[in-house]
C-alpha cells in the first residue's frame, strides 16, 4: 500500500498516486483530495522506498509505521508530542525502533514520521506492511 504513497520534495503533506502520464504523473493530496499533475523533474519518492537507519543497516518505513501503529493501539499521536522537545520525540521513537542509529537520524526525521503516520490514519490507511503472501509471491516471481 505505501508504494502508492508519494512524498514530494518541495511540497507539503503526502499524495496518493492516481495515474501515470508521459512524462509526468496524477496525484491526490490526501490532506484535500485535490488533483495535481507532477512532472519528472521534481524529486518524488514512494514511501514503500524509505527507511529508517538502525545500528545494523536499515528498517523499511513500513515496519516502522507497523511498529508506531501498534504502540499507539491504532491512535494517532497527538500533537503536543509532535511539537515537544526533541527528548519527547525520541523518547517515543526509540519505544518505536530502540536500535535506531542515533548518529544519522536526526529529530524532523522523526517529526516527519509522526506526521506521516498521523495523515496516512486520517485517510484510513493502515496497511503499513505487505502480507507474507504477497512477500513470497514476489520473491517467486523474481
Given at each position: 500500500m505505501l508504494k502508492k504513497i508519494l512524498s514530494i520534495s518541495g511540497k507539503p503533506g503526502l499524495f496518493r498516486l492516481v495515474s501515470q502520464g508521459?512524462?509526468?504523473?496524477?496525484?491526490?493530496?490526501?490532506?484535500?483530495?485535490?488533483?495535481?499533475?507532477?512532472?519528472?523533474?521534481e524529486r518524488i519518492i514512494s514511501l514503500g522506498d524509505i527507511s529508517m537507519y538502525v545500528e545494523d543497516g536499515d528498517k523499511p518505513l513500513g515496519e516502522v509505521l507497523q511498529a508506531l501503529y501498534d504502540l499507539?493501539?491504532?491512535?494517532?499521536?497527538?500533537?503536543?508530542?509532535?511539537?515537544?522537545?526533541?527528548?519527547?520525540?525520541?523518547?517515543?521513537?526509540?519505544?518505536?525502533?530502540?536500535?535506531?542509529?542515533?548518529?544519522?537520524?536526526?529529530?524532523?526525521?522523526?517529526?516527519?514520521?509522526?506526521?506521516?503516520?498521523?495523515?496516512?490514519?486520517?485517510n484510513n490507511i493502515t496497511e503499513f506492511t505487505e502480507p507474507e503472501e504477497e512477500k513470497e509471491n514476489k520473491k517467486e516471481e523474481e
Open positions: 508521459h512524462n509526468s504523473i496524477i496525484v491526490e493530496s490526501l490532506d484535500n483530495g485535490r488533483r495535481n499533475a507532477v512532472y519528472a523533474n499507539q493501539e491504532g491512535k494517532p499521536v497527538e500533537n503536543a508530542i509532535i511539537k515537544g522537545s526533541k527528548e519527547e520525540i525520541f523518547d517515543l521513537f526509540e519505544k518505536i525502533l530502540p536500535d535506531y542509529d542515533r548518529d544519522r537520524v536526526y529529530q524532523n526525521d522523526v517529526t516527519k514520521l509522526l506526521k506521516w503516520y498521523n495523515a496516512l490514519l486520517r
